[in-house]
């Protein structure tokens, strides 16, 4: 906790808070190795490194420093830096997304740059259910996936980055928000949990009533990337 804490406050990080003031967006901060240890500490472990292990194929994977992400009262606040669209998207779909698909150019196309393997959160303060919680959209990978394999169908992984899928993407979230459960994820410090990485999933508006530590609600982010961008689609 203390180099999240410290990463955060840094100045030269100033720059990544973002929503007026309320949201530190998640990014690679955290001086962690590629086995997870800051320093002296051990690997990362628990059950689900395990479950990892056990279903993915992980041999010889090293992780990516984690993200910090973290929520403060108010979130999300409007920006100047964010369109009354997206603003309105933050407020009323959790800034739903699904993660690697990043905005590319004035136009913000949407481009499959970042084939993570998974997204493992590690809760790092405690904050209660209302302080901007993770949601998930049940079993939504599995639309992503079925729709992304019919686009992607013909195109070799190699260039799967080079296609836009801007149009694809958004036809995919509507899908998933009319056929599958919005789910809430009640977490507790030093808890993990894993997120499928075609999974929809965001960030809820922080309640009026919601209460967290002066590092408002901090989860850090481990998303290790495939090597071969079709394990992204066809992996487990």
């Not at 929503?19 to 086995?35: A, E, I, K, R, Y």
């Not at 997206?86 to 196309?109: E, F, S």
């Amino acid at each position: 906790m203390p180099y999240a804490r410290e990463a955060v406050a840094a100045p030269e990080n100033a720059g990544w808070l973002r929503c007026g003031g309320t949201w530190f967006v998640g990014v690679n901060l955290l001086p962690n190795d590629p086995q997870g240890r800051i320093e002296n500490s051990d690997p990362i472990c628990g059950e689900a490194v395990s479950f990892l292990e056990q279903n993915y194929p992980l041999a010889g994977f090293n992780l990516d420093q984690a993200q910090i992400s973290a929520c403060y009262p108010g979130y999300p606040k409007p920006s100047t830096s964010e369109s009354d669209s997206v603003y309105r998207y933050r407020q009323n779909r959790d800034a739903a997304h699904i993660d690697g698909l990043l905005a590319i150019g004035t136009n913000r196309r949407r481009y499959l740059k970042e084939p993570h393997a998974y997204v493992l959160g590690i809760p790092m303060t405690d904050f209660c259910a209302d302080a901007s919680p993770p949601v998930i959209w049940e079993s939504s990978h599995q639309i992503a996936r079925a729709r992304f394999r019919e686009f992607f169908s013909g195109i070799p992984p190699e260039k799967w980055s080079e296609v836009d899928i801007t149009d694809v993407y958004q036809t995919l979230r509507r899908e998933i928000f009319e056929k599958c459960p919005r789910k809430l994820l009640q977490l507790k410090r030093g808890e993990s949990f894993l997120v499928h990485r075609l999974a929809l999933h965001g960030i809820t508006p922080w309640r009026d009533a919601a209460t967290a530590g002066p590092d408002g609600r901090m989860i850090c982010y481990f998303r290790p990337k495939f090597r071969n961008p079709k394990d992204w689609l066809c992996a487990p």
